[in-house]
């Protein structure tokens, strides 16, 4: 792709910066034992300042990619192992104010699954589809993730349901939740967002709508533990798996927050490290190297992208895709030079192109 075209690891994720990161976990450690001493853990953060210096990876969208598309409300998408976008999108359903009661139970439970194939994996190059699955199956479709086992995980919030197909498979071998029924103890989701696995096996599911909380699991599906914060809406979450964190995307809240994931320190699951207030409601967020990209929809500010360096305090480095009109969530390749977007309403997926100098945060480790 050339030397012009920088992983979506953009500068701030690299190793060589590694000792100064905000997510260095002796740091952490130390700033941890220091809140058991009385004072407070945490990272200081000013107001962005949005700027972008000619380190940082610079989205710009690639137009026209998706007109031969067909499809519905789009709501998650991911990348496979090959990098092309899978996206997981609701047919002729739609979400609306009648779509659930007052107490979070779908109201179309006695209607038949969607009839279409609802996964859709695109050619990264042409924007069209290469195969699909998922038809008859789901109900309100929302999250979907693929780990390095190309294991496909989904969320339907209709279903409070989280499901994991193997490779190759149309079939899911793993199903956790009650179907249809919300609750909040150890067997139940209520309106499960997104989910991340880690390559341990750790799955940490956004539980999400309703309960404002992140569920862990084992590879098995055997609860392990939930990580509790100060947020309103779980909605997309991102697994930093070399510095042990976790990032939250709290959409009413307007910020996003990142906590220590427990992979290689138990003891600091959950430990806050940093917030990042005041970026109005923040929908998806995904990340590779140092960058923590993120998109917000119509609310306090108009819908746009942000990137973050994580390695800088979280600072908001620069602010891109003007054009989204109603952005929902997405996906960072793995080679970390393409972000895919969705949106619902316009039912779109979006991509963008990182133009970036060779090394910038895209790329870089902490």
Not at 43 to 49: L, Y
Not at 74 to 103: C, E, I, K, Q, Y
Not at 214 to 225: A, E, M, Q, S
Not at 227 to 253: M, N, Q
Request: proline share 6%.
């Amino acid at each position: 792709m050339g030397v012009a075209w920088l992983f979506l690891g953009l500068c701030i994720w690299s190793k060589q910066s590694y000792g100064a990161s905000v997510l260095d976990l002796a740091e952490l450690v130390s700033e941890y034992e220091d809140e058991i001493l009385g004072r407070a853990v945490g990272f200081t953060h000013q107001d962005p300042e949005p700027q972008n210096g000619g380190e940082v990876g610079h989205p710009e969208e690639v137009h026209n990619w998706d007109t031969q598309l067909e499809l519905g409300q789009v709501a998650g998408v991911t990348t496979d192992l090959n990098d092309d976008p899978v996206v997981f999108h609701r047919g002729p359903v739609v979400w609306d104010m009648n779509s659930f009661t007052p107490d979070n139970k779908l109201s179309g439970q006695d209607q038949p699954p969607i009839p279409v194939d609802t996964i859709l994996t695109i050619d990264q190059f042409t924007g069209k589809v290469k195969s699909g699955k998922g038809a008859n199956l789901f109900y309100m479709p929302h999250g979907i993730y693929i780990d390095q086992d190309r294991n496909t995980w989904v969320t339907d919030v209709g279903l409070h349901q989280v499901m994991m197909f193997p490779p190759d498979s149309d079939v899911p071998s793993l199903v956790l939740g009650e179907r249809f029924v919300p609750g909040s103890d150890k067997q139940h989701f209520c309106k499960p967002a997104a989910v991340a696995v880690s390559k341990s096996g750790n799955v940490y599911v956004a539980d999400g709508y309703c309960n404002q909380r992140i569920v862990v699991f084992d590879i098995k599906g055997r609860y392990l533990t939930e990580i509790k914060g100060d947020w309103t809406i779980v909605h997309s979450i991102v697994l930093f798996e070399e510095e042990d964190t976790v990032c939250v995307a709290d959409r009413e809240g307007e910020k996003i927050s990142c906590v220590g994931a427990g992979l290689n320190h138990p003891q600091f699951m959950g430990a806050r490290i940093l917030d990042i207030p005041n970026l109005g409601r923040v929908y998806g967020i995904a990340g590779r190297g140092t960058a923590l990209v993120g998109v917000t929809g119509q609310g306090s500010t108009p819908p746009h992208g942000i990137t973050i360096d994580l390695a800088d305090e979280g600072r908001v480095v620069d602010t891109w895709g003007s054009e989204l009109q109603n952005p929902h969530l997405m996906a960072v390749s793995r080679e970390g030079d393409t972000i895919y977007v969705t949106e619902i309403g316009p039912n779109r997926v979006r991509k963008f192109d990182v133009v970036a100098p060779q090394d910038n945060i895209f790329n870089q480790e902490m």
